[in-house]
């Protein structure tokens, strides 16, 4: 068995793992907006801490975090970023379970397509992962092409910060959202990769024992992945206290694998494996994936019937219902809470005063 194989296997393991501590935090999120409405809006609404649904998914998204970073010392970063896509089955089946959700045939396509272009990805992507020595990596952190990547990537952040900012436009909002979060909190796996491979490094018998992890900078790619991850959960816990996890969870993924594989070709020349049918391929992969997330989109587009998102304030207020009538299209609770049914009007009138 090849070491690709073993770290895939992790990976997959890890995925799934960190999909169902996602549903967990929203489940979180959801029991917390609960509780606000049912005390009549009297109090303040708790630390979502408190909540155990949030501590135990906080456990697993953790604990999935841990085994994807063992996977990155065996196998190539663009080919376990598009192993990712198994989190959009998984999505499925925890969102049923676990939030009470029921599957529309429009969602079970979009996944379909999603899953279908990542398959492409990871047949047709690069099974190759060298251990580099501590050198060869700090070398690659200093190329021209490199550092032009990153100069791109400031770019997308900055422009993509804006529309977010300015608010117009529901597929447009959480998706602006999402790519920022993905740009900067997918540069993580970088890092993860680089410490990954100093500690297989280390484990070698030419290695030079873990004499070589006490280097500045072993230290250094240590910070920088504790930075950009907790960036990355910070961001995603933030998203889905103001997004539907339906919607912003694959969101989240999409953003998270497109810039994974990218700064992996580049940083890595990942891209120096590949013949003119593996890069055909490969596209036609990401464009699959792409029409996964049209298919994602609501149906509606009117801004009368949506909710807005308070960018100053915890909460997601619909300006008409207690749930977006977007997210109804893709979901439809089926656990109908009459009092909370009843609070309904309660909520319009709080969102009015507060918009």
Known sequence: MGDWVIGALIN???SIFINFG??????GHDERKKLFVLNNFGTRMKPIIYFQAWRVGILFFAIGNCLNFISFGYAAQSLLAALGSIQFISNIGFAYFILNKIVTIKLLLATAFVVVGNIFLV???NHQSPVYTAEQLAENYANVVFLLYCLGLVFVVALHHSIYNIGEGKMLVPFSYAVVS???GSCSVLFAKSLSNMLRLSMSSSG?????????????????????????MARLNEGLSRFDAILIVPMFQIAWT?????????YFEE???????????FVLGMVSVFVGIYLLAPDDDKPSKGGEVLKDGPLVLPKTSIFSNDVE???????????????????????????
């Open 12 to 14: 997959l393991l890890g």
């Open 22 to 27: 996602t549903n967990l935090l929203k489940l």
């Open 123 to 125: 047949a047709f992507g």
């Open 182 to 184: 993905g740009a900067i």
């Open 208 to 232: 030079g024992g873990y004499s070589t992890l006490h280097t500045g900078f072993t230290y250094s790619m240590l910070l920088m992945f504790l930075s950009t991850g907790g960036f990355w």
């Open 258 to 266: 497109f810039f994974s594989i990218c700064t992996g070709f580049v």
């Open 271 to 281: 891209y120096n494996v590949f013949d003119a049918l593996r890069t055909v391929m």
């Open 329 to 355: 299209s893709l979901f439809m609770s089926s656990d109908q809470n009459s009092q909370i049914k009843d609070m309904e009007i309660i909520w319009t009138s709080y969102a009015d005063e507060n918009c």
